[in-house]
């Protein structure tokens, strides 16, 4: 039978093997022909209708809860959720079977014990057609997904009947599946459209899924999650900004560390603020003032889903979207012919601390995301920066201007000034030394002015390697930075100082770095990106020893293409090699570094001793070695 509807449908052929290979009831013609044709087999309607003949109340809604769930979550349901309807006292188990009548056997599958599915997915959709569609007149082929609303009120209704407030995990995973798991964060970019619901909330009009929500919460108000998207139904389906942020504020007094319930919450302020946007009638001092509010509030929401959470992006650009339509609201309000004009005016300052918020925040979803491809969103929040320096001499001068008048807070505007050196170039690596030493020094003002401005040390490590800046400069800066934040990039940069003074005979260092290095690895254990090489050994001098994963992005090392010039080969020994995919390189002074030795035709028992040279780069996990080559002109192994 498998064979014969193989030969007839062959792209569906090992789905009709395996039916073939279980000993199940669905063993029968019609599933070979269910499998087969899927939702072409016409054969399924009449299939399904003979056993709806003459049904109970009570075996209908059967029917139609496991359906249900069977269709749009395609799980079991626990049988304790019809006690209630089938008059079976709670300290009695459930068998479903023995209060339906026996032909339904055919549409009821138990699996695992004590929870029910129906046979087969499209089984359970051409039971919801049949059961739900208007019984008078034609209905449409989709009229049936008017009753979903109703249903799904049952639903819940039945699970709190039966399990009270707090849902066991089972059915709290169905409840979750059916009505809110598809997208808990609400993804960078959303419109909140319906394709961020899922399947079965899609099926429903806006109240319908407002009325779903709300029974949620009444039903089990200690469950945080319904209420964030609680809120976030009010506020894209209602347009009901203040019920929305209640319900935004009730979600986070419940799970005050759930990041996901910030972001729900900062979405209610981004939402309110684009429509109070797209409302210009009434654009005015109070108006913008009212958007500025609303963009605060959604920033303040978004920081601390990046600080409950610095291993995501979501919190970063998020922030970046909300300051961008901000800025575009500001730039049309003001009348300016360019960005540029708009941004050096005196009155700007406010714009130009939302265009600096969201380019460091997509500054740190690059950390973030390492070697991993940026998200459209990111690719498209960077776009729409970009269009903001639309006139780079004007931007400079219009800066410049700026910092030279004494009522304005200099290291902002500073800021703004190095950002547009580096973006006119593209790169400190590509930007001309003039302008590398210029940004250098505007960014020195800064850390005179407080050492501890950390966005202007962190730029000031990316460019003063280009003007020979001092290590024990850098390690000064930085090691104060590491004490006092302790962020990801805090830590890496002062174990990697300190391994780059330990190289150069800095005793004290050598004891440094391996403290050091221990806190950047155990601060950075649950991040995905701890392996992605930041930061490469190079040949210039001083800060110049380092060069940033950007400037050889272009570099395919697997290739086998030549090594960039820029970065130097550090001579070692093998230390030990435990597997062909973990080995240690000495470095000299007690220093080691990752390798992996299949990749360097390094083998066991064969290699240990021997000397080497090798490009060295920097990543959370501590340093690893590529490239690595023997050393033939120094002999083969270390007495």
């Known amino acids: 039978m498998a064979q014969r509807f193989a030969d007839l449908v062959p792209d569906r052929a090992t789905e009709l093997l395996e039916l073939a290979a279980r000993a199940t009831d669905n063993n029968v013609p019609f599933f070979y022909a269910l499998t087969a044709f899927g939702t072409d087999f016409e054969g399924i309607s009449s299939y399904v209708g003979q056993f709806l003949v003459d049904l109970t109340e009570t075996e209908r809604e059967v029917l139609i809860l496991v359906s249900l769930c069977h269709r749009f979550c395609g799980v079991p349901v626990p049988a304790e959720l019809f006690a209630e309807l089938l008059n079976i006292r709670p300290t009695e188990d459930v068998d479903l079977l023995a209060e339906v009548r026996a032909e339904l056997n055919d549409l009821l599958i138990e699996e695992p014990a004590h929870a029910w599915r129906t046979t087969h997915s499209l089984v359970a959709e051409e ?73 079965l909330m899609q099926a429903m009009s806006a109240p319908g899924r407002l009325q779903i929500l709300k029974a949620l919460v009444e039903a089990f108000s200690d469950e945080p999650h319904y209420w964030g998207h609680l809120a976030r139904t009010l506020s894209y389906d209602a347009g009901d900004f203040s019920k929305a942020l209640a319900a935004a504020d009730r979600a986070v007094a419940l799970s005050p560390q759930d990041p996901l319930l910030h972001h729900m919450r900062g979405m209610v302020f ?55 339509d901000a800025i575009d609201y500001g730039f049309r309000l003001s009348e300016a012919a360019t960005y540029a004009q708009f941004l050096t005016r005196s009155a700007s300052g406010r714009y130009r601390d939302l265009l600096a918020d969201a380019e460091e925040s997509l500054d740190a979803a690059r950390e973030i995301r390492g070697s991993d491809q940026a998200s459209y969103q990111a690719e498209t929040a960077d776009i729409e920066i970009n269009r903001f320096y639309d006139d780079y001499s ?27 050196y580096r973006n006119r170039a593209g790169s400190w690596q590509k930007a001309p030394a003039k302008d590398v030493r210029r940004a250098v020094g505007l960014l020195e003002e800064n850390l005179l002015d407080n050492p501890r401005d950390v966005l202007s040390l962190l730029e000031w490590l990316r460019a003063a390697r280009y003007t020979g800046a001092s290590l024990d400069k850098a390690a000064d800066l930085v090691s104060g930075w590491a004490r006092t934040e302790e962020s990801r990039e805090a830590l890496f940069y002062d174990y990697v100082i300190s391994f780059l003074l330990a190289m150069d005979g800095q005793e004290s260092a050598v004891r440094d770095y391996r403290r050091k290095l221990d806190r950047c690895r155990e601060r950075a254990a649950w991040f995905s990106n701890r392996r992605f090489s930041y930061e490469w050994l190079g040949k210039g001098p001083g800060l110049a020893r380092l060069v940033h994963h950007s400037d050889v992005a272009n570099w395919d090392r697997r290739s086998g293409t030549p090594a960039p010039s820029s970065l130097h080969r ?46 060295v780069a920097f990543r959370y996990d501590g340093p690893i070695a590529f490239n690595v080559q023997k050393d033939v002109q120094s002999g083969s192994t270390i007495d």
């Open 127 to 199: 039971l919801l057609r049949q059961l739900l569609s208007p019984s008078e007149g034609t209905p449409a082929r989709e009229d049936w997904k008017a009753s979903l609303p109703a249903w799904s009120l049952r639903l819940i209704d039945a699970a709190a009947g039966a399990f009270g407030r707090r849902l066991p995990a089972d059915m709290k995973s169905i409840i979750d599946r059916l009505f809110t798991t598809r997208e808990s964060r609400e993804p960078v970019g959303s419109d909140g459209g319906a394709t961020t619901y899922t399947d």
């Open 270 to 324: 981004r939402n309110e603020m684009r429509t109070r946007i797209r409302d210009r009638a009434h654009d005015s001092g109070s108006h913008e003032r009212q958007v500025l509010g609303l963009c605060q509030s959604a920033n303040d929401a978004f920081r601390i889903v990046s600080t409950l959470d610095d291993t995501t992006e979501y919190g970063h650009i998020a922030l970046a979207q909300t300051n961008i």
């Open 394 to 420: 004007a931007l400079l001068q219009g800066w410049q201007n700026l910092l030279e008048r004494a009522n304005l807070a200099k290291p902002p505007i500073r800021r703004r000034l190095v950002r547009a």
């Open 570 to 615: 550090l001579p070692g020994r093998v230390h030990a090699i435990t597997k062909s995919t973990a080995g240690t390189i000495d470095l000299g002074r007690g220093i080691e570094a990752f390798v992996v030795p299949s990749a360097s035709d390094l083998v066991r028992g064969r290699d240990e001793n021997a000397r080497i040279t090798a490009l």
